[in-house]
């Protein structure tokens, strides 16, 4: 059905359709019984006419009718059932001939052409007669018809000036709920301290508007909470992690290991490198979303070939991207977002594909493998925490948040093939600009 607005002129043209039917009906119906009525009360009056013109010339003689009282369609008989003045219509013989010897009123209808009505009388001077008069019909269905066309045009124009009252009525009561809907949409985790600012409650639409406000009011405190203890934690990791991960390396530069001590020690090096991986990424996360967007722009190609060095199993990475894409977010974010995609591919996968797909306003870039595949609860890879091949389950999760930060998103496409039988999908979408305009 669309939006409101279209549902409720749908709903008035609807109603007011059903309505005018309505009216249009009873109309009809009261045009017919009053048309019915009328023809009556016609014959009535003209019988009248005639009957108290009727007289006898003298005792004995027969009906002298007035020439002026005898219409076309008027006929006098007396009571024997002769005519005595007066004219048939050929078409109406039978009927008249039927009516001619009545003893009370009687009335025939003659294909809905005619009506024919029978009056008897009594003169003055106690003589019987019977008057047969015919009224047409036409001109009484001709304006049932003129009523018809009227009041269905007189409804159709009604309907019509209701649809679009309650249109018009409908856009200028919703504009103000269009108008935050645009700019809700507008709006990115950097712009929390952006308000609808409808004014003073005088509404309901401004009384919606100013609680919005306070609600955006106590998430955006509630990100900005969030930001500043993700930012701390990261910073205060920072020193420890590096000490630690200068510790390991030291202590791998030794001659005197044993080969199970130097295994430990290398998993020691390979988690610090990991962690602190994690803790660099929560840090530019934070910075990107404390200051909001830096206006940086970077290539792809130069993202990609900085993380296939890093990652390990780079070297099984083929990057297929034929084409500079100029990312429309800094360096390091980009890498930020491509690396635990990528590394994730590496450790489950032999072999794995790169190649981007350009939109006008973002880049997908395609993530295929050859490992072993996806389920169908894709939207677990990323919880924090949630790992399935050996990881930290910190990777994929940091990945779709950093580049939602951005205006982008990652995500898994268990629908769509990789690069073996049972390979995986990954997209990493990232905002993309426009080189010549850059």
Do not use: K
């Amino acid at each position: 059905m669309g939006s409101f607005r279209r549902q409720l002129m749908v709903a008035t043209f609807v109603l007011g359709s059903l309505v005018a039917l309505a009216l249009v009906a009873v109309v009809q119906v009261v045009l017919e019984d009053t048309s019915g009525n009328a023809v009556a009360r016609v014959l009535e009056d003209r019988a009248d006419d005639v009957t108290s013109s009727t007289d006898i010339s003298s005792p004995g003689s027969s009906l002298v009718v007035p020439d002026a009282d005898l219409d076309p369609g008027v006929a006098v008989y007396d009571a024997s059932g002769a005519l005595v003045a007066g004219t048939v219509p050929p078409s109406q013989a039978e009927a008249f001939a039927e009516l001619s010897t009545t003893d009370s009123p009687a009335t025939r209808t003659l294909e809905d052409a005619y009506q024919v009505q029978g009056e008897p009388f009594v003169t003055a001077a106690g003589t019987r007669g019977v008057v047969v008069l015919s009224e047409p019909l036409a001109p009484y269905e001709n304006d049932e018809r003129y009523a018809l066309v009227v009041s269905v045009a007189a409804g159709a124009l009604i309907v019509l000036l209701a649809t679009a009252l309650a249109g018009w009525a409908s856009r200028r009561a919703l504009a103000p709920v269009a108008a935050m809907a645009a700019t809700a949409e507008e709006w990115s985790e950097h712009d929390l301290d952006r308000r609808f600012d409808l004014g003073a409650p005088t509404n309901e639409i401004r009384v919606l508007g100013r609680t919005l406000d306070a609600l955006l009011a106590r998430v955006a405190g509630t990100i900005l909470a969030e930001q500043r203890l993700t930012a701390e934690l990261a910073h205060e990791l920072r020193s420890p992690l590096t000490a630690a991960q200068a510790t390991a390396d030291l202590m791998a530069m030794r001659t005197d290991l044993d080969d199970q001590l130097r295994e430990d020690v290398a998993d020691i090096q390979e988690a610090c490198r990991v962690m602190a991986a994690t803790v660099t990424g929560l840090l530019d996360l934070a910075r990107s979303q404390s200051s909001g967007s830096t206006g940086a722009t970077c290539e792809l190609g130069a993202v990609l070939a900085e993380v296939r060095r890093s990652v390990p199993g780079g070297e099984r990475i083929e990057v297929d991207v034929h084409e500079e894409v100029l990312l429309d977010l800094p360096h390091d974010l980009a890498a930020r977002a491509l690396s635990p995609v990528l590394e994730n591919a590496t450790r489950l996968a032999a072999h794995v594909r790169v190649r981007a797909e350009q939109a006008s306003d973002r880049t997908d870039v395609v993530v295929q493998d050859d490992g072993p595949g996806l389920d169908d609860g894709v939207d677990e890879l990323f919880v924090p925490g949630h790992s399935t091949g050996g990881g930290s389950g910190l990777g994929l999760a940091l990945a779709r948040r950093i580049a939602r930060s951005v205006g982008g998103d990652v995500s898994a496409h268990p629908d769509r093939p990789g690069l073996g039988p049972t390979g995986a999908t990954f997209v990493v979408t990232l905002p993309a600009t426009d080189r010549a305009s850059s």
